[in-house]
């Protein structure tokens, strides 16, 4: 497996307006990383998107930094009409051929629309979300573009979720990104879930959380609720609760040999957290 990074993980410094999504590409290579992915992308006021897609390939290929995926939201149930949301991603998969990115991972939806919320679930809304995502996918594969949704969001983040609407949409070209950290947004196990899901996998996210018992009261600043009521923070890769090591070797064991991307979300200082994450990481895939 290699190793890469989130452009999420150095958010702090963009936030900060520190650094940019185009400067940040050093700081990953400087770190040792195999190669940096993208969330939607923040373009300069008067630049395009493209262009500005343009640029970020122009510094990958520089650095001999591959951008691995591009990671965009979407909503196939949102304001937008389905043809819509299709079309806008579609947009999206070619920025990510610009980029010069094989993985374009994309939203499924939020939640059940208020017009139907109280009387329909998640079953009525698939044939909706298989019906986008498979739309999605076959335009991708004419530019050899990857596409997958990931266990993101709280309304499709259970594996049994993320694989219904895998196997529903039905092709080859379309599976997982894996964010081995999010499961305990819907208070699943990690490595339970990963073991179900793995041989979708086209795309992994190494995460960690610190999670307190929804009993206790709450811990402060920073945590936040996963739907069952537990509380979560963000945290460097081994310093919390997930069972990373294992669910790595889950991967391992079903085939998986592609890109492992450090996402940091944690409060301490990013830099730190992506430094100290990646060393751990690193320690774990050399053990496998």
Not at 139 to 152: L, V
Not at 178 to 201: M, P, T
């Amino acid at each position: 497996m290699k190793i890469g990074v989130s452009s999420y993980s150095y958010q702090q410094l963009i936030n900060a307006e520190k650094e940019t999504q185009l400067s940040i590409m050093k700081l990953a290579k400087e770190a040792g990383f195999d190669g940096i992915e993208f969330i939607d992308l923040s373009a300069p006021d008067g630049m395009s998107e493209a262009d500005f897609a343009s640029l970020i390939r122009e510094e990958s290929e520089k650095l001999s930094l591959p951008v691995i995926a591009y990671t965009i939201g979407a909503n196939l149930l949102g304001e937008r009409t389905l043809e819509e949301e299709v079309e806008r991603v579609c947009r999206k998969v070619d920025i990510a051929h610009i980029l010069g990115a094989k993985n374009l991972r994309h939203d499924a939806a939020w939640s059940v629309p208020d017009d139907i919320k109280t009387y329909a679930g998640f079953e009525q809304i698939l044939p909706t979300l298989t019906d986008g995502c498979r739309k999605i996918t076959d335009y991708a594969a004419e530019k050899g573009i990857t596409t997958m949704i990931e266990n993101h969001g709280f309304f499709c983040q259970d594996s049994d979720r993320v694989e219904r609407i895998i196997t529903g949409t039905a092709s080859p070209n379309f599976g997982a990104l894996i964010d081995i950290g999010n499961f305990c947004c819907a208070d699943e196990n990690s490595a339970v879930a990963v073991g179900k899901l793995a041989r979708y996998a086209k795309h992994v996210h190494a995460k960690d959380f610190h999670i307190k018992n929804g009993n206790a009261l709450n811990p402060g600043k920073g945590f936040f609720k996963s739907r069952g009521g537990n509380y979560l923070r963000g945290s460097i890769i081994g310093h919390g609760d997930i069972p990373v090591f294992q669910c790595l070797s889950i991967l391992k064991s079903n085939g998986y040999d592609g890109f492992v991307s450090v996402e940091f979300e944690g409060m301490e200082n990013c830099l730190d957290g992506i430094s100290v994450g990646f060393e751990n990481l690193k320690n774990m895939i050399e053990m496998l």
